[in-house]
């Protein structure tokens, strides 16, 4: 994992000038990946378990033995997204409390709502528990977007979110294999406590001169901000920013398309032709797929230094896979669209939350941004949910087709959201002369991304 610059020379309020070489900084950095993405990565596997499990319960017959309808099947899938809607502001803690306890509290709480939905033997009980498991994700998952930027640059934030977000359609790949009732998440919340730095130059893996290194070069990438407080001027800019509301406009298509895909990809693949247990297993070959393409356009969009462009695309290539369901019956050509919805939507859901990230001048509208593009595209799950019933079955006709309508819309988004910054870049380049767009300035706490010299990443 590369670092950004050949040099780094950095002055520390106290010390006067740091002076690393970008062999100490590539050895610095490199430390905090590993600490940072597999421990996180983990715990968000582990909560998305939770999530996708459902799905496989309900064609290995819990539907039947509890006399679980259709409909009420849906509201077991939406009941845990409005939480997560209703909790998701909690994101802005991320910004103001011990973040190692914060994550601590989170995991356990949703791990031991995991042990307690095992034991349940209604839809009452299911309802109740899964709610409670989305308040206590919606603590977690929304808020590490928020926590990486904290550490990185922006153009090192797409592969880093990447590897974090890529533990989802691992879990989804493995989900059957993997059922277990809570009690590993709790344990890996206890490693979060003792392992997670508290923000930058705080890590715990980290030497002395290390963590110095990473903190100075998250001033550099990020610009200066007081630990610990929220700038509520930046915060209410968040709401008046129309970015955040086309960037929101796109994941809310994208979950739509996708959010719930965990939930119905195996009644989809069974509805293909194949019983309940090999439609379990046939659900794990086109998320390998998404965690490879994720991960590799995740590393080409910080090279290349652009998002739109790939989100356009990858939106396409689901598109191409909802439309090639909805039209064609053949057996093959039908699973072989669900590898591209899987490995077309995906990575765009990755580099959508990137995007989000790259373009909020502060850590305080940051989290405010992830607020308002979480809430909206959250609902997105909602409306998947209503888009599957059996009795669309076996084809679903309607429900693919809105997902491709709605995927194809975003790509357009994307391209009039890229244009816009791209303007906006010029006529600041025009106006004030251009700048290193990868280095934020140190006095952008007010101001946010309205500063003269912050350049948008396209």
């Given at each position: 994992?590369?670092?950004?610059?050949s040099?780094?020379?950095?002055?520390?309020?106290?010390?006067?000038?740091i002076?690393?070489?970008?062999?100490?900084?590539?050895?610095?950095?490199?430390?905090?990946?590993?600490?940072?993405i597999?421990?996180?990565?983990?715990?968000?596997l582990?909560?998305?378990?939770?999530?996708?499990?459902i799905?496989?319960?309900?064609?290995?017959?819990l539907g039947?033995?509890?006399?679980?309808?259709?409909d009420?099947?849906?509201?077991?899938?939406?009941?845990?997204?409005i939480?997560?809607?209703?909790?998701?502001?909690?994101?802005?803690?991320?910004k103001?409390?011990?973040?190692?306890?914060?994550v601590?509290?989170?995991?356990?709480?949703?791990?031991?709502m995991?042990?307690?939905?095992?034991?349940?033997t209604?839809?009452a009980?299911?309802?109740?528990?899964?709610?409670?498991?989305?308040?206590?994700?919606?603590?977690?998952?929304?808020?590490?977007?928020?926590?990486?930027?904290?550490?990185?640059?922006?153009?090192?934030?797409?592969?880093?979110?990447?590897?974090?977000?890529?533990?989802?359609?691992?879990?989804s790949c493995?989900?059957?294999?993997?059922?277990?009732?809570?009690?590993p998440?709790?344990?890996?919340?206890?490693?979060a406590?003792?392992?997670?730095?508290?923000?930058?130059g705080?890590?715990p893996?980290?030497?002395?001169?290390?963590?110095?290194?990473?903190?100075a070069?998250?001033?550099?990438?990020?610009g200066h901000?007081?630990?610990?407080?929220?700038?509520?001027?930046?915060?209410f800019?968040?709401?008046?920013?129309y970015?955040?509301?086309?960037?929101?406009?796109?994941?809310?298509?994208?979950n739509?398309?996708?959010?719930?895909?965990?939930?119905?990809l195996?009644?989809?693949?069974?509805?293909?032709?194949?019983?309940?247990?090999?439609?379990?297993?046939?659900s794990?070959?086109?998320?390998?797929?998404?965690?490879?393409t994720?991960?590799?356009?995740?590393?080409?969009?910080?090279?290349?230094?652009?998002?739109?462009?790939?989100?356009t695309?990858?939106?396409?290539?689901?598109?191409?896979?909802?439309?090639?369901?909805?039209?064609?019956?053949?057996?093959?050509i039908?699973?072989?669209?669900?590898?591209?919805?899987?490995?077309?939507?995906?990575?765009?859901?990755?580099l959508?939350?990137?995007?989000?990230?790259d373009?909020?001048?502060s850590a305080?509208?940051?989290?405010?941004?992830?607020?308002?593009?979480?809430?909206?595209?959250?609902c997105?799950?909602?409306?998947?949910?209503?888009?599957?019933?059996k009795?669309?079955?076996?084809?679903?006709?309607?429900?693919?087709?809105i997902?491709?309508?709605?995927?194809?819309?975003?790509?357009?988004?994307?391209?009039?959201?890229?244009?816009?910054?791209?303007?906006?870049?010029r006529?600041?380049?025009?106006?004030?002369?251009?700048?290193?767009?990868?280095?934020?300035?140190?006095?952008i706490?007010?101001?946010?991304?309205?500063?003269?010299s912050?350049?948008?990443?396209?």
């Amino acid at each position: 994992m590369s670092t950004l610059h050949s040099e780094s020379v950095v002055k520390k309020e106290e010390d006067g000038p740091i002076s690393y070489s970008p062999e100490q900084e590539k050895l610095a950095v490199r430390k905090l990946d590993w600490t940072l993405i597999p421990l996180l990565g983990i715990l968000y596997l582990v909560s998305f378990i939770d999530r996708g499990n459902i799905g496989n319960a309900y064609t290995a017959g819990l539907g039947s033995a509890w006399k679980i309808t259709s409909d009420q099947y849906a509201w077991i899938v939406q009941i845990y997204y409005i939480a997560y809607i209703c909790f998701h502001w909690t994101i802005l803690l991320w910004k103001v409390v011990p973040l190692p306890l914060w994550v601590m509290i989170m995991a356990i709480g949703w791990g031991a709502m995991s042990m307690v939905q095992a034991a349940t033997t209604n839809f009452a009980g299911i309802m109740v528990t899964r709610f409670l498991i989305g308040v206590f994700e919606a603590g977690f998952a929304p808020g590490v977007a928020l926590y990486l930027s904290f550490f990185y640059h922006r153009r090192e934030m797409g592969l880093r979110y990447g590897l974090f977000i890529s533990f989802s359609p691992l879990a989804s790949c493995f989900a059957s294999a993997m059922a277990f009732e809570g009690a590993p998440t709790i344990l890996i919340a206890f490693l979060a406590y003792f392992y997670l730095p508290d923000g930058p130059g705080h890590c715990p893996t980290l030497d002395a001169r290390q963590n110095e290194i990473v903190g100075a070069r998250a001033r550099v990438g990020r610009g200066h901000e007081e630990e610990g407080k929220l700038n509520f001027k930046q915060v209410f800019s968040a709401f008046f920013d129309y970015k955040n509301y086309i960037q929101a406009a796109i994941i809310f298509s994208l979950n739509t398309a996708f959010g719930s895909l965990p939930a119905f990809l195996p009644t989809i693949i069974q509805a293909i032709g194949f019983t309940s247990i090999k439609a379990q297993g046939l659900s794990a070959p086109p998320y390998l797929l998404a965690y490879i393409t994720c991960l590799g356009s995740s590393f080409l969009s910080d090279r290349v230094g652009n998002r739109g462009f790939f989100i356009t695309g990858f939106c396409c290539v689901g598109a191409v896979g909802y439309l090639l369901l909805n039209a064609v019956h053949t057996t093959a050509i039908r699973y072989f669209a669900c590898y591209l919805v899987c490995a077309g939507v995906f990575p765009a859901v990755a580099l959508t939350f990137t995007w989000v990230t790259d373009n909020q001048g502060s850590a305080s509208k940051r989290g405010a941004g992830l607020a308002i593009f979480g809430m909206i595209g959250q609902c997105g799950p909602i409306l998947g949910a209503k888009l599957f019933p059996k009795s669309d079955g076996p084809y679903y006709s309607k429900g693919m087709a809105i997902c491709a309508g709605l995927l194809l819309g975003a790509a357009a988004l994307a391209q009039i959201l890229s244009l816009s910054m791209r303007l906006q870049n010029r006529k600041r380049d025009k106006d004030h002369g251009k700048v290193d767009v990868d280095s934020v300035p140190d006095d952008i706490t007010d101001l946010g991304d309205a500063h003269p010299s912050y350049r948008f990443i396209l």
